[in-house]
């Protein structure tokens, strides 16, 4: 099925660095969101986007919506361990017959102490 | 508030064998969709529901179906399962009413880890 482009794989930082992970897609979507997974449980929304150059904030974490609709990218400021998980950004096209998630493959964020 | 409930978290089913998974969504939600998660593929759209209809489908074989009921909980069904139905699957419920944007948000389930042997 269709799936995003989202880079880095995987990411090792120290404590207290930055992280900057994206996503790309051949298609335009109306909402741009941004999930975290930790291992055995469901991904938890982390920021989600509406429109096109939105930039939002939830506590340490940035994120862009991108202004051709076709990319966004999430910061991650200071680093903590409790950062450790996979990252995954979602399209969707929301209204009408409701579309479906489009998800990347994921970040995996792994941080030394 | 309650979260997005699955049952069971774990099943271990034999090749061949039917499984149904459960799923309650979070109350006055009335979307409920389907994705299967595996280390290979990621994270892949099954199906969605509203008001007891499939509204959408994604592109795996006849072998998946699910349904809703009139309180909005959903199952899904697997039947002669194959090695390759080992997963992941996860339920994410919105309240999905046209209006503010933020009504489309989704709230994952934990998942039923699925292992076909």
């Known amino acids: 099925g269709q799936q995003l482009n989202q880079s880095p794989q995987s990411m090792f930082i120290q404590e207290g660095e930055d992280v900057s992970m994206n996503c790309t897609s051949s298609?335009?979507?109306?909402?741009w969101l941004w999930y975290k997974q930790d291992p055995g449980e469901g991904p938890v929304l982390l920021i989600a986007?509406?429109?096109?150059?939105e930039l939002t904030s939830n506590g340490r974490l940035t994120a862009q919506f991108g202004i051709t609709r076709k990319d966004s990218f999430l910061n991650i400021s200071a680093s903590i361990p409790s950062d450790v998980g996979i990252y995954f950004c979602?399209?969707?096209?929301?209204?009408?017959?409701?579309?479906?998630?489009?998800f990347g493959k994921g970040t995996k964020l792994s941080v030394k102490p | 508030k309650a979260g997005v409930t699955q049952t069971p978290r774990y099943l271990i089913k034999t090749r061949g064998q039917q499984v149904t998974l459960s799923c309650s969504p979070i109350?006055?939600?009335?979307?409920v969709s389907w994705y299967q998660q595996t280390p290979g593929q990621g994270l892949q759209f099954l199906f969605e529901?509203?008001?007891?209809?499939?509204?959408n489908k994604g592109n795996f074989p006849g072998r998946f179906s699910g349904r809703q009921f009139s309180n909005s909980r959903s199952e899904m069904n697997v039947s002669t399962l194959e090695l390759g139905d080992s997963a992941l699957y996860l339920c994410?419920?919105?309240?999905?009413?046209?209006?503010?944007?933020?009504?489309?948000?989704?709230?994952f389930g934990s998942g039923t880890r699925l292992t076909v042997v």
């Open positions: 529901y509203f008001s007891e209809t499939q509204r």
């Open positions: 109350s006055g939600h009335r979307s």
């Open positions: 994410a419920s919105s309240l999905s009413v046209k209006g503010a944007p933020e009504d489309y948000g989704y709230t």
């Open positions: 979602a399209g969707l096209n929301y209204g009408g017959s409701q579309g479906n998630l489009i």
């Open positions: 986007l509406y429109k096109a150059g």
């Open positions: 298609s335009i979507f109306n909402t």
